[in-house]
Each structure stands twice: as C-alpha cells, then as structure tokens.
C-alpha cells in the first residue's frame, strides 16, 4: 500500500503524503475541517493539530495526547484565545515547541488519530485551558490554575 519512488541514489523513498493518506477520516472528521485538504488527504487543520501533539506528548499515553488536542480545541470555543486551530497553536508563548525539530517533523498515527478525537470533541480534561509537564515547570502562575486532571506526564489545568 505504501508508494515507493526511487531517490537519485537508487534508495526507496516512501512518500509521506501517501503513507499519510493511509488513514481514513470519519465522515464528522472531514465535517469538522475549517481549511482545505492537503495532497495526504487529512485536512490541514488535522495535520497541524497532530504535529504540535507528537510535538508536545510523543511519548504520552494515548488518552494525554488526545488531551492536548482538546487543550488547543477548548482554547479555539474560549472566547479569550484566538478563533483558530492555527491562530492558537501560533500564539506567541503559548507552546514552547512550535518551529522546534519535532514540531516540523511529521506526526505518527497516535497523533493524527487523537488529533481526529480532539477536533471530535473527545475531552479527556473536562475543558482544561492549559497544560505543563509537572516534572518540569516551575511557573508559579501555571501551579495556580485548579487541576482539572493528570495524564501521564501532564498537569491540565483551567
């Protein structure tokens, strides 16, 4: 199923596009999409969502990384953070890994799948607005927020 090219050096290339065109969104998936379809045929909106996701909870469970999504998702319906899956996930200051090697790498399945449940409405946080790995940060301001719940390595909070 995956589409190999020959590279100029003779070595199989898998297309990412393709190998990305594997997954099938659900009909409410593709309802849900506020911006066109890229040549992988997930929307775009998808494919950034998973990428700050494998950015930020790689190596989180399935359920975290489903929670970060829905963090940027409660942040998109808040009225007080920008409109947009984009407007939100390039605010200034608000993810320390955007433009970073792992936020420009391409998300793996977990990711875009979880990013598809988030952009569903799947909110394992309960409308949390923010999130930290608690073995990290010290921010006091973030320590304040009451804790709506923790997920592997994060505290998700209100």
Request: net charge positive; hydrophobic share 45%; aromatic share 12%.
């Amino acid at each position: 199923m995956f589409h190999r090219q020959q590279s100029k050096r003779g070595l199989a290339v898998v297309s990412l596009a393709l190998m990305a065109g594997l997954l099938i969104l659900s009909a409410p998936a593709r309802a849900q999409a506020r911006s066109g379809y890229g040549a992988s045929g997930v929307s775009n909106d998808v494919y950034l969502l998973a990428r700050l996701i494998y950015a930020e909870a790689a190596g989180e469970p399935y359920m975290g990384k489903v929670a970060v999504g829905a963090v940027v998702m409660n942040r998109v319906r808040s009225g007080i953070f920008p409109n947009t899956i984009a407007g939100v996930i390039y605010e200034p200051w608000q993810f320390s890994c955007v433009g970073n090697w792992m936020f420009n790498s391409a998300p793996d399945r977990d990711s875009l799948n979880a990013a598809i449940d988030a952009m569903n409405g799947v909110d394992p946080t309960g409308g949390a607005l923010y999130y930290f790995n608690y073995h990290l940060v010290t921010n006091g301001w973030l320590w304040s927020r009451p804790c709506a719940t923790v997920i592997g390595n994060h505290w998700f909070t209100y």
